[in-house]
């Protein structure tokens, strides 16, 4: 019923558009508040839709997923989650899927931050990984199939003691457990006995200063989803080799979801970016419109 | 000496810290482990001296009745009450359990007062971005032109809506592809020449700040 | 900056890059003939271990060498999988000092890992390395029974630290050229050399933004983004806000700077409270002309957003690092009629603030800021070693691009620093 009204909505959001841009021919811009309304409107109608679209796979992601493939069961993969609620939308469904791959496949999953909210948004992240049914299945017991050992301040300086020591940065757990009394972290040391390392940034520190510390300089192996804004800032380390693999925005996610086969938040909200874009596009269009509008004018 | 003890200590950390970077052998290595745990140690308890400035600067304008008082002593409340919490959660949870597991009120706030008011904040750039690329994507001359084409490609390309377009006569992405073609070469070529520039700007600064060119950061003129 | 007498420069980096690329080029046909032996003699191995009929096979070719490139401390142990890796569950590394007894386990590598790095050893001691491929069947009674075999390494190893990262040799090279270019430049400067740098449209505005502001009777906010005092942009964000400050304190303006970090405020303080005893008004600094907002990326974009709109201000900077927050800032001060400078070297935010800002600062610009506006010719001459460093990279680019198109030779792999 909410998707049948939500659709009909749209359609006549859509149509309105028609009239916007014959205002807009006759000479009357829209102002700036039209466009948040109408950008409101494009963004939650189709959320309630219910709909999801198509995504092709892009060879960004399929390398990450592909670096996860060679994973064997038993792996250590470090799961570094550097960003707050803000950024949730964009980063919080590719760590669910994450979590959810790799306690399918067995690995070994150690969580941290460097953001202070990053603890916590894995933690969330787990728990729904472990409403599976598959994953419920197997029983995972925290300290031995996964840790989280909580936040660190200090930034990059904490990737760089990990470097030499991780026991040094997180003598206790999130939960106040000695290092040493963690099963999951008996023979991790350092970054040398991590398989993978997989990071959620936001910002700094983020996927750079790993790139940067972690894997220039302790020879890691890196893969990160990153937030559609930061990510142009990533890919020259992804074209060079230095990442492996990158979730660019929410279209990463989607096309991580449909490349482990993995249904999950990112796949529906794809839906409703895909049809604000939509709308940026035509507001693109008639702002030109509206350009060229007024310069004939005043050529005239 | 006010200004030249703080210059001796900028030369000689940011000596060690370059000097490091080559020499993994005691004491640089070691000497660049002892400075990090100064800026954590700093960093953490610097905490303190914004929380209780804000605090101040709060109560001022609560006192003085300003036009935004009423803010100022939202500010406090919330300060006061998020840390209670905190503590509370902290001394009752247990020796093997974080006031910030699942379940705890400190958790309630995090999930139900926190997350929606800063993800309010960042959603309320889908607005502006909508807003700027109305304004800022205008086929002024020969460049814009090209960054609006540019745009309208990623964009499209970005998420399926291209794809679907073109979905009756093929099944090939083109313009999703293109799109990945847009930001692997043209937008990765132009983010490592900047990238570079900005290299060399922090080395440049860098070295004017180790060697004392540069004094406006410690309250000095050039 | 575009400088004269480039001409005569630009020779060098040149003739500098291509003397590094021969080099590397002689260095690795040498290297070239030694791995094909090691290849060699790793397929030998291999056929050998083929032929051996035992589950699980043990591992072949086992190594322990001290970590190069570290400060000591680490061991690395290294083995050809078994045949059989498909079977093991995993390689169980024992330790012990002496050759045949008072082995302990310390690690296990997962099936498909063939290194292991042992970083629980003391320099100078004598260490012993086995590795046993361990394969687990479960028996009738439920229990499990691992399988395992044996091999011991020949030779007892030791850790030590190193006096230098070779693999940053590169890395050096360049940082000590570029370098001593800068200090070149900064010391031609002093001696009196005259030093164009270009005109920067967004530093050239910064005296009629003030204006604008003391015009109008409204206040100026500073913005220094949201990185802690560790950020080289922050540093130079500040470094600008104490020319921002005489010019406010001459013209008698009222200067606002709200930050996200406590550093930043004391640092801002200090500057400010510089900048108005320079210009002889001590006076009329206010220590609350800077205070502290919040760590929170959001919370302090929520707060600014906020005065801006109250407080109307005639005039925005922005100067620093910045992230997803610049465009709710910038479209905020611009919807409020604000002239807006920005400054940052977030590649990614930079969009942004040119689609919503009336000046921006490009990347390396927010450095040179600091030396444009001091006009001093040492931070000028900085600049022009920083050009030198830029016909570097451009001449490496060019050559390196030449090379691996047209030849076989890998030259990149040598620019990698671990």
Redesign the interface.
């Known amino acids: 019923m909410v998707s049948t009204i939500a659709t009909v909505l749209m359609w006549g959001v859509g149509l309105s558009l028609i009239y916007v841009l014959y205002r807009t021919i006759k000479g009357h811009p829209i102002e700036r508040r039209v466009v948040f309304l109408y950008i409101a409107l494009t963004i939650s109608l189709p959320l309630l839709m219910g709909k999801t679209a198509p995504v092709p796979v892009t060879a960004d992601v399929q390398q990450l997923v592909d670096a996860l493939n060679e994973l064997t069961p038993g792996s250590k993969v470090l799961a570094a989650f550097d960003f707050d609620p803000a950024s949730a939308p964009e980063l919080q469904p590719m760590g669910v899927a994450f979590m959810k791959y790799a306690f399918k496949h067995d690995f070994k999953v150690i969580v941290m931050g460097l953001w202070p909210q990053g603890p916590q948004q894995a933690n969330q992240a787990i728990e729904l990984a472990m409403k599976d049914e598959i994953i419920a299945a197997k029983n995972l017991q925290y300290g031995i199939d996964y840790v989280n050992l909580g936040y660190q301040s200090g930034a990059e300086f904490v990737i760089q003691y990990m470097g030499s020591e991780f026991k040094r940065m997180f003598p206790l757990d999130d939960r106040h457990i000695p290092y040493d009394s963690l099963p999951i972290m008996n023979d991790i040391s350092n970054f040398s006995n991590i398989d993978f390392i997989f990071n959620l940034s936001a910002g700094k520190p983020g996927t750079v200063e790993w790139i940067q510390i972690a894997v220039d300089r302790f020879g890691a192996t890196c893969g990160a989803g990153n937030t559609a804004v930061q990510a142009p800032q990533v890919y020259p380390y992804l074209r060079s080799g230095q990442l492996t693999g990158l979730l660019g925005g929410m279209s990463g996610g989607a096309e991580f979801e449909k490349a482990i086969n993995e249904k999950g938040q990112a796949s529906t909200f794809i839906f409703a970016q895909m049809i604000s874009h939509a709308t940026v596009i035509a507001f693109i269009i008639m702002g030109n419109i509206a350009f060229f509008i007024t310069r004939k004018k005043k050529k005239a | 000496m006010r200004r030249e003890i703080p210059l001796i200590i900028t030369t000689v950390a940011g000596l060690v810290f370059?000097v490091s970077?080559?020499?993994?052998?005691?004491p640089f290595?070691?000497a660049?482990?002892i400075f990090?745990d100064w800026?954590?140690i700093?960093?953490?308890f610097?905490?303190?001296?914004?929380?209780l400035?804000?605090v101040k600067?709060s109560l001022?304008k609560i006192y003085r009745k300003k036009?935004?008082a009423l803010?100022a002593g939202i500010i406090i409340v919330c300060l006061l009450l998020t840390i209670a919490v905190g503590f509370y959660d902290g001394f009752t949870g247990g020796?093997?359990?974080?006031f910030?597991?699942?379940g705890t009120s400190f958790?309630w706030i995090?999930?139900f007062v926190?997350?929606p008011?800063?993800?309010t904040?960042?959603?309320?750039?889908?607005?502006?971005?909508?807003?700027?690329?109305?304004?800022?994507?205008?086929?002024?001359n020969f460049e814009a032109t090209l960054l609006?084409i540019a745009?309208?490609f990623v964009?499209?390309g970005?998420?399926?809506?291209f794809?679907?377009l073109l979905?009756p006569f093929t099944d090939v992405?083109y313009f999703?592809?293109f799109a990945?073609w847009i930001?692997?070469y043209p937008?990765?070529a132009g983010?490592?020449a900047?990238?570079?520039?900005?290299a060399?700007?922090?080395?440049?600064?860098?070295?004017?700040?180790i060697?004392g060119?540069?004094r406006?950061?410690?309250?000095?003129?050039? | 900056m575009a400088q004269k007498n480039s001409k005569r420069i630009s020779i060098v980096p040149f003739v500098i890059v291509i003397s590094f690329f021969s080099l590397i080029i002689f260095s690795q046909s040498i290297q070239a003939q030694t791995e094909q032996e090691v290849f060699d003699s790793v397929q030998a191995l291999i056929r050998q271990a083929e032929a051996a009929d035992i589950p699980p096979a043990p591992v072949m070719k086992l190594q322990a060498v001290d970590n190069p490139n570290d400060k000591g401390g680490a061991i690395i142990v290294s083995w050809d999988l078994s045949v059989d890796d498909a079977e093991v569950k995993a390689y169980q590394i024992v330790r012990s000092e002496s050759k045949d007894a008072g082995f302990e386990l310390i690690g296990e590598a997962v099936r498909g890992n063939n290194t292991f790095v042992d970083n629980k050893v003391e320099d100078g001691k004598s260490y012993f390395y086995r590795v046993l491929s361990m394969k687990t069947t479960l028996e009738a009674d439920n229990t499990v029974r691992a399988v395992s075999s044996l091999q011991a390494t020949v030779e007892p190893v030791v850790s030590s630290a190193q006096w230098f990262y070779m693999t940053r040799a590169s890395c050096l090279f360049f940082v000590l050229l570029i370098s001593c270019a800068i200090i070149f430049y900064i010391n031609k400067a002093k001696s009196g050399a005259d030093i164009y740098v270009r005109k920067i449209a967004g530093i050239d505005a910064v005296d009629e933004a003030v204006g604008r502001a003391t015009e109008m009777g409204r206040k100026i906010f500073f913005i220094p983004g949201i990185q802690d005092m560790n950020d080289v942009q922050t540093i130079a964000g500040i470094a600008i806000l104490g020319r921002v400050g005489q010019l406010a304190a001459q013209y008698e303006t009222w200067l606002e700077v709200p930050v996200s970090k406590s550093l930043v405020m004391v640092t801002a303080r200090e500057t400010l409270k510089e900048a108005y005893t320079q210009v002889g008004r001590p006076d009329a600094f206010n220590q609350n002309q800077v205070h502290y907002l919040t760590d929170d990326q959001f919370g302090y974009a929520a707060a600014i957003d906020g005065m801006v709109v109250r407080e109307k201000p005639a005039t925005i900077f922005y100067m620093g690092a910045f992230f997803a927050e610049s465009l709710i800032l910038a479209e905020t001060g611009n919807a409020a009629g604000a002239i807006q400078i920005a400054g940052t070297a977030m590649p990614s935010q930079l969009p942004f603030f040119v689609a919503s800002c009336d000046y921006t600062l490009l990347g390396e610009e927010l450095f040179a800021a600091s030396a444009y506006l001091s006009k001093e010719p040492r931070q000028l001459g900085s600049l022009k070693g920083q050009d030198f460093g830029k016909i570097i990279f451009m001449a490496a680019i060019i050559i390196g691009v030449i090379i691996e198109t047209f030849t076989n030779y890998n030259v990149s792999q040598y620019f990698k620093v671990k």
Request: charged share 15%.
């Open positions: 370059a970077y080559f020499i993994p052998h005691w290595g070691e660049e482990s990090g800026v954590a700093i960093q953490a610097a905490i303190w001296l914004g929380a400035n804000l600067v001022e036009e935004d803010y020796p093997q359990s974080s910030r597991d699942t958790d995090y999930r926190y997350t008011l800063t993800s904040m960042f959603a309320m750039l889908a607005f502006f971005v909508a807003s700027a690329s109305y304004r800022a994507f205008r086929a002024r609006l745009g309208f964009m499209g970005r998420v399926p809506l794809h679907l979905k992405p999703s592809e990945g930001m692997a937008l990765t983010m490592t900047i990238m570079i520039g900005i060399l700007g922090i080395m440049s600064s860098s070295l004017r700040i060697l060119i540069e406006s950061h410690i309250g000095g003129g050039a």
